[in-house]
């Protein structure tokens, strides 16, 4: 499966974004779907993660209450919506696909970056 994910940009503090991650070539019915994000000089971290129907999500501690994932499995496409977003959150983000018998995720996006004035 391909990924792409678009959305991103300039936004101020306390603003908000929504990402997609649009898949190809293969359904993403079948996926637990991921977003994670890496900062300049940072590791590549974990943001949220959604099940293959939606009905379970969690996130990380630091975009708790803020992010929300979601998924339109008829449209191939999950989506980030972030609220009250903070400079600490500028990042690259990315999506990634998995199976739900896997602990790696096998697919993932290109990215896109996300930059957050103060």
């Known amino acids: 499966v391909q990924l792409q994910a678009s959305g991103g940009g300039l936004v101020q503090a306390g603003g908000s974004l929504r990402l997609s991650c649009a898949a190809s070539?293969?359904?993403?019915?079948?996926?637990?779907m991921g977003w994670f994000r890496q900062a300049p000089g940072k590791e590549r971290e974990f943001v949220g993660v959604?099940?293959?129907?939606?009905?379970?999500?969690d996130y990380a501690d630091s975009v708790k209450g803020r992010f929300t994932i979601s998924r339109d499995n008829a449209k191939n496409t999950v989506y980030l919506l972030m609220e009250g977003l903070k400079p600490e959150d500028t990042a690259v983000y990315y999506c990634?696909?998995?199976?739900?018998?896997?602990?790696?995720?096998?697919?993932w996006g290109q990215g896109t970056q996300v930059t957050v004035s103060s």
């Open positions: 959604i099940s293959k129907t939606g009905v379970m999500r």
């Open positions: 990634a696909a998995k199976s739900p018998l896997v602990t790696t995720y096998q697919y």
């Open positions: 070539g293969r359904t993403i019915n079948d996926y637990v």
